[in-house]
C-alpha cells in the first residue's frame, strides 16, 4: 500500500531540488521525516539542504503539512495520501 503526497519547494529548496513542485509515492503510514529521507535520496543535492551531516533534519527546514507548520518534534506524524508538503528554508534577519 502507498500513498501520494505533493512536495512543494521553495527559495534555495527550489533551486535544489531543480523544480517547483512534484508528487512522490510514499508506503502507506511514512512519517514526514522519511518523506524528506527520501527526496534527499532522489535529489542528492537536496541532501546538505535538508540535513545535517550527522542526519538529522537541518534546523533551519520549515515544513508545512496541509497549510500547517510542522514542529521538528513533530516530524514523526504519519502521512496521509493526499496531503501536501511546503518546504521552506528559515528566514532570518531584520
Do not use: C, W
Not at 512543494?8 to 524528506?36: F, W
Not at 516530524?75 to 493526499?82: C, E, I
Amino acid at each position: 500500500m502507498s500513498i501520494d503526497v505533493t512536495i512543494q519547494y521553495h527559495n534555495i529548496l527550489r533551486r535544489g531540488a531543480g523544480i517547483n513542485a512534484e508528487q512522490v509515492r510514499l508506503p502507506a503510514g511514512s512519517s514526514v521525516a522519511e518523506a524528506l529521507q527520501q527526496l534527499a535520496a532522489t535529489r542528492t543535492t537536496l541532501r546538505s539542504l535538508l540535513f545535517t551531516g550527522e542526519g538529522d533534519v537541518a534546523s533551519h527546514v520549515v515544513v508545512f503539512r496541509n497549510s500547517k507548520i510542522v514542529m521538528h518534534d513533530q516530524f514523526d506524524v504519519q502521512l496521509a495520501d493526499g496531503d501536501e508538503l511546503k518546504l521552506f528554508p528559515a528566514v532570518s534577519g531584520g
